[in-house]
Nanobody, 121 residues
Framework: QVQLVESGGGLVQPGGSLRLSCAASGSIFRINAMGWYRQAPGKQRELVAGVTSGGITNYADSVKGRFTISRDNAKNMVYLQMNSLKPEDTAVYYC???????????????WGQGTLVTVSS
């Protein structure tokens, strides 16, 4: 199986920064797209940022210019640098990956357990 483990969440004041990390492990042949989603209380989960295996990125309009997604293919990791954080960025952030498994070359969509980001003074 394949697992994603996020880290780096926490409490930060408005205007501050946080860096989220997500490590993929398990029976991995290749990871295609990776991304970060978030879900605020009472709201649907939404895409924050995504990155292809070739490094092409896309962002939600609400975070453009403030967040940066990156990945390290050699380490099977994806990162989200979040700057100029706002209270409305408060949410549980989830890592997502489209994985081709080594055991059976089957495509899986894998989610992490989530990490809470709270932006508050």
């Amino acid at each position: 199986q394949v697992q994603l483990v996020e880290s780096g969440g926490g409490l930060v004041q408005p205007g501050g920064s946080l860096r989220l990390s997500c490590a993929a492990s398990g029976s991995i042949f290749r990871i295609n797209a990776m991304g970060w989603y978030r879900q605020a209380p009472g709201k649907q989960r939404e895409l924050v940022a995504g990155v292809t295996s070739g490094g092409i990125t896309n962002y939600a309009d609400s975070v453009k210019g403030r967040f940066t997604i990156s990945r390290d293919n050699a380490k099977n990791m994806v990162y989200l640098q979040m700057n100029s954080l706002k209270p409305e960025d408060t949410a549980v952030y989830y890592c997502n990956a489209a994985v081709i498994t080594r055991a059976s070359y089957r495509r899986l969509e894998v989610w992490g357990q989530g990490t809470l980001v709270t932006v508050s003074s």
